[in-house]
């Protein structure tokens, strides 16, 4: 099983990007009940920014509500983070994970990095 995530960058305040989860190997995105992304940013510990639990209850941090969406195309086996408005404290490494299994399987990790 691999996670692959993209779409991190270089981006100002107040700016959009999407990442991407891509998932291979023995996972079907639809067949997962525990899907989201984490985010660390630097010097800081690891953070929960948004799920989706049993395939449909979206839920996210406080301190990304309006602003961030969780969503998955269930044919291209994808998990995405649509992020708008994005602010400098959101510069973080990005990961995404699925719970299936009985284990967590983690994708390497996207920088996002919002200049002011």
């Known amino acids: 099983v691999q996670l692959q995530a993209s779409g991190g960058g270089l981006v100002q305040a107040g700016e959009s990007l999407r990442l991407s989860c891509v998932v291979s190997?023995?996972?079907?995105?639809?067949?997962?009940?525990?899907m989201g992304w984490y985010r660390q940013p630097p010097g800081k510990q690891r953070e929960l920014v948004a799920t989706?639990?049993?395939?449909?209850?979206?839920n996210y941090a406080d301190f990304v509500k309006g602003r961030f969406t969780i969503s998955r195309d269930n044919a291209k086996n994808t998990v995405y983070l649509q992020m708008s408005n994005l602010q400098p404290e959101d510069t973080a490494v990005y990961s995404c994970?699925?719970?299936?299994?009985?284990?967590?399987?983690w994708g390497q990790g996207t920088q996002v990095t919002v200049s002011s």
């Open positions: 994970y699925v719970w299936f299994g009985w284990q967590t399987h």
């Open positions: 989706i639990i049993n395939k449909r209850n979206r």
């Open positions: 190997g023995s996972i079907a995105v639809a067949d997962v009940n525990n």
